[in-house]
Structure formats: C-alpha cells, structure tokens
C-alpha cells in the first residue's frame, strides 16, 4: 500500500491464504497483527471487487453470512452454496460419502442462541467501519 501497489496488493492471493490463526501476532517482537491488517485488507479487497484468483473470497462471504444469521456453522449449506457460487458442482463429491458416514458434516443443526446480539455486534462493526471512510 505504502508503495504504491494498492490494486496489486488487493488482488493478491496472499490475503486469503492467512488463517488468521495470530501465531505471526504472537512471536512479532514489534506485535505487529498481521491477521488483522488481512481483515483489513480483505475487507478493502472485497470492497473494490478486485478480483481474487482464489475462491477464498467467495468462501469467506457465504461463511460469514451463516454466522450472522445462525451463530454456527452448517457444513452441508456452506458446500452447497460455495458448489453453487463456484461452478465447482462435483469437484469434491468422492469424499461427501465418507463425511456424512463419519458425522462430519450433519446435514442440519440447530441455531445458536443469541441472533439479537449477534446482529448488534455486526452493526456495530458495519457502523465503525462506515466511520473510518
């Protein structure tokens, strides 16, 4: 950003590729939080509608609209809707017999508790991003 390589940087794969799991955060002598700026920076990304050379982004939207309206996550629905988005139809499918045997992806759960509060922390973070601009 800093450089001058904003479209550069927005579009790269590199931002999609970060788990955010905070061990860079954790050892970085100056705490630095690169999971943080990749927040940022993804947010910035989507924004611009830079396009990404991964699926990541559209993965990142659909999970965090289950979490918005449920609270958790239902495996099954996110794979429909990222097969659907993607036009990756059956490009997986060999392993969804093994997951459903094995319990890992139940086709439904129940909603967490908590939707009112969970819609006042996304508008909090939608107004303080809207105060940033």
């Keep these: 950003m800093q450089f001058g ?16 799991c905070q061990t860079c ?5 100056q705490k630095v939080s690169v999971a943080a700026i ?6 910035m990304s989507t924004e611009a509608k830079t396009p990404a050379s991964s699926a990541a982004p559209i993965f990142n939207s659909i999970f965090m609209k ?4 449920r609270g958790r996550m239902n495996e099954a629905g996110l794979m429909a809707s990222f097969k659907l988005r993607t036009m990756r139809l059956f490009q997986d499918m060999g392993k969804l017999p093994m997951m459903l045997l094995k319990g890992k992806m ?3 759960q129940a909603k ?11 508008g909090r973070a939608a107004k303080a991003k809207g105060s940033k601009q």
């Design 5 to 20: 390589q904003r479209d550069e940087l927005l579009a790269s794969q590199m931002l999609w590729q970060c788990t955010s």
């Design 25 to 29: 955060a954790t050892r970085c002598p």
């Design 38 to 43: 990749n927040d940022g920076l993804r947010r």
């Design 66 to 69: 289950a979490v918005r309206k």
């Design 106 to 108: 139940p086709l439904w």
């Design 112 to 122: 967490a508790p908590g939707r009112g509060e969970r819609e006042e922390m996304f």
